[in-house]
């Protein structure tokens, strides 16, 4: 797939057959970097890539993952769509998940993550 601000691709390392990258064309290096006048247009190309994979592959569902940084094997932003099926053997996130110490621990991430979102909003980022 491709159009005027994104390109899609196999991977060449699938998790399934049809699990395909969808990138910006504009060299752009993590989500966090892309402008915002363009995060329309990009998901618009993920979005129709995901309900393509999905029907082309005979899913019931797609998993659509982005790295940033961390696990990010090349230094462009990709968007990872991948086939699902019930009982495919994907289990949930690629990495082992976790539990909050308790309701507390959880609370002062939500307080973070909600004071983080404010002050960027307040910012105007």
């Known amino acids: 797939m491709e159009n005027d601000h994104a390109l899609a691709f196999l991977d060449s390392r699938p998790l399934f ?5 969808v990138i910006p064309k504009q060299h752009i290096e993590t989500l966090n970097d892309l ?3 363009m995060v329309a247009a990009f998901f618009l190309a993920v979005q129709l890539l995901a309900k393509a994979v ?5 899913g019931e569902g797609s998993f659509v993952a982005i790295n940033n940084r961390v696990s990010q ?3 462009h932003l990709h968007v990872h769509v991948v086939p699902r099926r019930k009982k495919d053997g994907l ?17 002062t991430a939500r307080v973070a993550v909600e004071q983080a979102v404010r002050r960027m909003l307040a910012a105007g980022k």
């Open 73 to 75: 094997s090349v230094p």
């Open 91 to 107: 289990r949930g996130f690629f990495w082992p998940r976790g539990k909050y110490a308790d309701e507390a621990e959880m609370e």
């Open 54 to 58: 999905e029907e082309s592959m005979h």
């Open 17 to 21: 057959p049809g699990h395909c990258l």
């Open 35 to 37: 402008p915002s006048d």
